[in-house]
């Protein structure tokens, strides 16, 4: 008996019995079922093309225009990926293989990790498997059944994620050829769907994350739809390569790590002078938006920590000392510091909101397989800063911050914003309505100020949501910066309260804020926007007097003396060499201005200046020339 398929203008199309989606497709057009990946029923969640198709909900064709398609190219390439290395190399056992921003990767148990002429052949394999247009296949099992075939493959990793899913859900996999994977899927109908993708580099990676197991080699990859938009990533990947803060922090001599204290930034000279002038930069705002600085101790008792709830919810990630009989941590964030000021004073509603900012040092334990350079280190310093405000007061305080947060933002010239709510995660403190109240205030606020923003359910802190924000640099790379958390439960742990006007107590609400973020983070995310050519008021030196000869050193020093008495940060290159060779080296070292000096500048009092990106920009009174350039520092230009 045939079947009424409604299709998303509610235009119905009459299929035979057992019609799927491909069947649907086909009966369009033969370019539809050519461009069709998978089906989506009322607006849902993907489907295999391959689903049977029932009668009442409207049926999408999945194509390359949706939204969802590429992570299911990326995930099915993922499996591709691991059927081409199981046809090189038996013995490797497969773990797990999710899709990622912009990519996938797969991680294998081996003997030896892949090299990059393994990657070669694994890549050259997977087009094969391509070229031989395999079928891709759902099966659905029990738990029982599919730690049994996976035990009789000898893919012990396998039984491991298997024996861990509850008995009573339905388990798929997904067949390719000589090929098994367990998925939920969907997948593309067929490996011939797979046309461009790259295997781009390996590293390390623990079992489940735990470094107490097994060390598997994770391949990472990217997929696209064409082999143009691959092209095109591919050179972003070399543009991001090129701007590695890590790469760049070696060469512009702003920082290194050292293996004395892993995972641990030393600032060099240039480092610090950027470092302190993001500092600055904030101390300023703050002052603007009426909050006060305060400083607090670097280790406190262990008790602390057991009143916040740190102890019991993050200790994994705190490092402990002991010292006269007494159990102390070392701070991982300053909140139960300010708990404990706002304890110890007096307050009445004419007091609220308090605004308690802190550039205090914090420490974290992060585990050494997912430290990197700059942005994810173990100890740092947030631009961190907590608002004590009455219950009626938590609307106006999140607009103010998101006035202060988007003032900030554009003076980096961090134009795209995303925003996350993340919500309760399964592990946490409080009632759920409790954790209703502050869901709904951060969603009222963001709404009000319209600001569009998605959810992240189960990722907000044990200790309230937060609103997480995202840019984009330069190469158009998401980077989670600002955080704004609601919490209702600290004030209440540390019994904080204030007066009333009717003389009662009440609680205050506490909101937990950052802009930057971790200041190293953000060092990091800034040199990679920029490629270490920071903005004038940001360079670590902001210009360099060169002579050309012996003759003029005398004034080139007068030069020098004359910038710094204007607060400008200048070097002198008196160095004995041809003034081509000293642009050179100081265009590498990316200093914004070079104010070159010859016997004919010196006689008419001015320097000519050369711009990083501009070039020569001709000669000018000096005077004039260092005036304008402490204009354009105190105005923070990008």
């Known amino acids: 008996m045939p079947i009424q398929v409604r299709l998303p203008d509610d235009s119905v199309r009459e299929l035979p019995d057992g019609a799927t989606g491909t069947t649907l497709a086909e009966s369009i057009g033969p370019r539809l079922a050519e461009a069709a990946f998978a089906i989506r029923l009322d607006g849902g969640k993907l489907l295999d093309l391959a689903t049977p198709l029932v009668e009442g909900p409207k ?312 430290t990197h350079g700059l942005t994810r280190v173990r100890t740092f310093c947030q631009d961190d800063a907590h608002l004590f405000c009455a219950p009626e007061q938590i609307k106006s305080e999140m607009a103010a911050f998101l006035s202060l947060l988007r003032e900030v933002y554009d003076t980096f010239g961090f134009e795209d914003m995303r925003v996350a709510l993340s919500t309760r995660p399964e592990k946490r403190l409080g009632s759920d309505a409790i954790w209703d109240a502050a869901e709904n205030a951060l969603a009222e606020a963001m709404t009000e100020a319209d600001m569009p923003f998605t959810l992240n359910p189960g990722e907000g802190a044990f200790y309230g949501p937060k609103i997480e924000f995202q840019i984009l640099d330069a190469l158009r790379r998401p980077w989670q910066l600002g955080t704004l958390q609601v919490d209702y439960m600290l004030p209440e742990r540390f019994e904080l309260h204030y007066t009333l006007a009717d003389g009662s107590e009440g609680r205050p609400v506490m909101l937990h804020r950052a802009i930057l973020g971790s200041l190293e983070r953000f060092i990091g995310i800034l040199v990679e926007h920029t490629a270490g050519a920071f903005p004038l008021w940001l360079a670590p030196v902001q210009a360099v007097v060169l002579p050309i000869t012996d003759r003029v050193h005398d004034h080139a020093r007068s030069v020098a003396e004359e910038a710094r008495a204007l607060g400008l940060r200048v070097e002198l290159d008196l160095r004995n060499e041809k003034i081509n060779a000293k642009i050179r080296d100081h265009q590498l070292m990316k200093v914004p201005y070079m104010l070159v000096i010859g016997d004919r500048e010196a006689a008419a009092g001015q320097v000519a200046v050369r711009h990083r990106h501009l070039g020569d920009q001709g000669a000018r009174a000096t005077a004039e020339v260092l005036a304008a350039l402490k204009d354009e520092a105190a105005s923070r230009r990008r």
């Open 59 to 370: 049926v999408s064709i999945v194509t390359s225009k949706d939204p969802d398609a590429l992570e299911l190219i990326r995930h099915s390439t993922a499996h591709l990926l691991a059927q081409a290395v199981k046809h090189l190399f038996p013995e490797a056992k497969v773990g797990i293989g999710p899709t990622i921003e912009d990519g996938f990767y797969y991680d294998f148990l081996v003997e030896k990790p892949f090299t990059p002429e393994d990657l070669v052949a694994i890549e050259a394999e997977m087009r094969r498997i391509v070229e031989a247009d395999l079928p891709v296949q759902r099966e659905e099992l029990s738990r029982n059944d599919a730690v049994a075939r996976f035990q009789a493959m000898g893919e012990h990793l396998k039984v491991e994620v298997v024996s861990d899913i509850p008995e009573s859900d339905t388990i798929s996999g997904y067949r390719q050829g000589d090929f098994y994977d367990l998925c939920r899927g969907p997948h593309v109908p067929s490996t011939g769907k797979l046309k461009a993708f790259k295997l781009l580099h390996t590293a390390g990676a623990y079992w489940k994350g735990d470094e107490r197991n097994a060390m598997l080699c994770r391949v990472y990859g990217t997929a696209w739809f064409s082999q143009k938009e691959l092209d095109e990533h591919l050179k972003r990947l070399e543009e991001a390569k090129a701007r590695d803060h890590r790469k760049l922090g070696r060469e512009l001599d702003l920082f290194s790590f050292h293996g004395e204290a892993p995972a641990s930034p030393f600032f060099h000279a240039k480092g610090a002078v950027l470092y302190n002038a993001l500092v600055d930069y904030i101390r300023e705002l703050y002052h603007k938006y009426g909050y006060s600085e305060v400083i607090t101790p670097q280790v406190l008792d262990v008790n602390l920590w057991k009143t916040s709830g740190h102890y019991d919810n993050y200790a994994e990630n705190m490092y402990f000392t002991t010292a006269e009989e007494r159990e102390y941590a070392v701070k991982p964030m300053n909140c139960p510091c300010h708990c404990l000021m706002f304890r110890g004073s007096k307050h009445s509603y004419r007091d609220l909101p308090i605004r308690m900012a802190d550039f205090g040092r914090l420490h974290r334990y992060e585990r050494s397989g997912v």
